[in-house]
């Protein structure tokens, strides 16, 4: 593999180098801190720091929350070991029997994985000192620093647009769902490769829903307000990639039965519309929707849809009835201005 090739940027438009340099500026602001105000198990807050950085601000968080969780509950397990280990004099035993409820609750709640490993390092490494507790709030110290600088370094440095790359991947979503029924529609393919362009597309779908789930982190909850089209966004690419498939399944159970020619004129139309909505989500991607009207707008797209011949078997007309009254829907949400109507459009695809 090129070297070069571990820098391009993944599907959802994630480039590595981006979370390569978080990381490194999360390790080291958490070094600086520590010198700078003499803490000292520094090393702590790094490890920490490599753990929770993640490539967006909702696995940050997810990842923290697991982290700070998991840390207090292994810090009252520890407390309470070092405590026993001082009473009875007896070292290993204490720590099996506080490791153990810590291992099943990590089996129970995998979430939870953190609090044996926050037992270990209060309770068996070796401290400095006359005092035995001690090393526990300076590592705790250390642990909450690589939290705090982690969570902060997510939200400022190289942090990707989540509401872009949303709308990027549903542009992407609409061309490939162009490419799969033009490929149905020209017999061009055998339906497990049509089934294989749908896994594709289900993968982009997915990223979507993650785009809007990281776009809340970014707007601190007030995503509906911002940016309300992205939040109707997974909806609407869910009920479009259904319909498509559906047709394309028409498509290809009826070709042997005869009436196929009624639908050889869907092509031209209907690549039109989902080009064109691709197209829309691309100038959301960049900020540009509220400029002046792109062309093809609405109307053009609605008018370009096809209608069937009359010899197109009746599942035919059902399912393009479907698909046609969703791209009507897409249409709304996607090419209607301005966002202020977004609630109405919700209501519209839910």
């Known amino acids: 593999m090129p070297f070069a090739s571990l820098f391009r940027a993944r599907a959802d438009g994630e480039a590595p180098w981006r979370q390569m340099v978080r990381t490194l500026v999360a390790v080291a602001l958490c070094w600086i801190i520590g010198e700078t105000t003499g803490l000292d198990e520094t090393i702590w807050a790094l490890i920490t720091a490599l753990i929770v950085t993640q490539s967006s601000i909702d696995q940050t968080f997810s990842t923290a929350r697991d982290q700070i969780v998991g840390t207090l509950v292994g810090a009252v397990v520890g407390t309470l070991a070092i405590t026993a280990r001082l009473l009875f004099g007896l070292y290993w035993p204490i720590f099996c029997i506080a490791l153990l409820p810590l291992a099943y609750i990590a089996a129970v709640r995998p979430s939870l994985r953190f609090a044996g490993v926050t037992l270990m390092i209060v309770y068996l490494l070796p401290s400095r000192g006359s005092n035995p507790y001690w090393p526990l709030t300076e590592r705790l110290t250390a642990i909450f620093l690589g939290v705090i600088v982690s969570l902060a370094v997510s939200f400022v440095?190289?942090?990707?647009?989540?509401?872009?790359?949303?709308?990027?991947?549903?542009?992407?979503?609409?061309?490939?769902?162009?490419?799969?029924?033009?490929?149905?529609?020209?017999?061009?393919?055998?339906?497990?490769?049509?089934?294989?362009?749908?896994?594709?597309?289900?993968?982009?779908?997915?990223?979507?829903?993650?785009?809007?789930?990281?776009?809340?982190?970014?707007?601190?909850?007030?995503?509906?307000?911002?940016?309300?089209?992205?939040?109707?966004?997974?909806?609407?690419?869910?009920?479009?990639?259904?319909?498509?498939?559906?047709?394309?399944?028409?498509?290809?159970?009826?070709?042997?039965?005869?009436?196929?020619?009624?639908?050889?004129?869907?092509?031209?139309?209907?690549?039109?519309?989902?080009?064109?909505?691709?197209?829309?989500?691309?100038?959301?991607?960049?900020?540009?929707?509220?400029?002046?009207?792109?062309?093809?707008?609405?109307?053009?797209?609605?008018?370009?849809?096809?209608?069937?011949?009359?010899?197109?078997?009746?599942?035919?007309?059902?399912?393009?009835?479907?698909?046609?009254?969703?791209?009507?829907?897409?249409?709304?949400?996607?090419?209607?201005?301005?966002?202020?109507?977004?609630?109405?459009?919700?209501?519209?695809?839910?």
């Open 157 to 350: 440095v190289l942090h990707a647009s989540a509401r872009r790359r949303g709308f990027l991947t549903a542009g992407r979503m609409f061309r490939e769902m162009d490419e799969l029924l033009q490929a149905a529609l020209r017999r061009e393919e055998m339906w497990s490769e049509l089934e294989a362009r749908n896994d594709h597309c289900a993968r982009n779908l997915l990223v979507i829903n993650e785009c809007v789930a990281e776009a809340y982190r970014e707007n601190w909850g007030l995503l509906e307000k911002r940016h309300p089209i992205l939040t109707v966004l997974p909806a609407l690419m869910r009920r479009m990639l259904s319909d498509t498939m559906l047709v394309a399944r028409a498509i290809n159970a009826g070709k042997d039965r005869g009436g196929f020619s009624g639908v050889a004129g869907l092509h031209t139309g209907l690549s039109h519309a989902y080009r064109s909505l691709a197209r829309r989500c691309e100038i959301h991607a960049a900020g540009k929707a509220h400029e002046k009207p792109y062309r093809p707008g609405r109307e053009d797209v609605l008018s370009a849809l096809p209608t069937l011949g009359q010899d197109a078997l009746p599942e035919m007309h059902f399912v393009i009835a479907l698909l046609r009254q969703d791209l009507r829907r897409a249409t709304d949400v996607l090419m209607s201005t301005p966002e202020s109507r977004a609630k109405d459009l919700r209501e519209m695809i839910g």
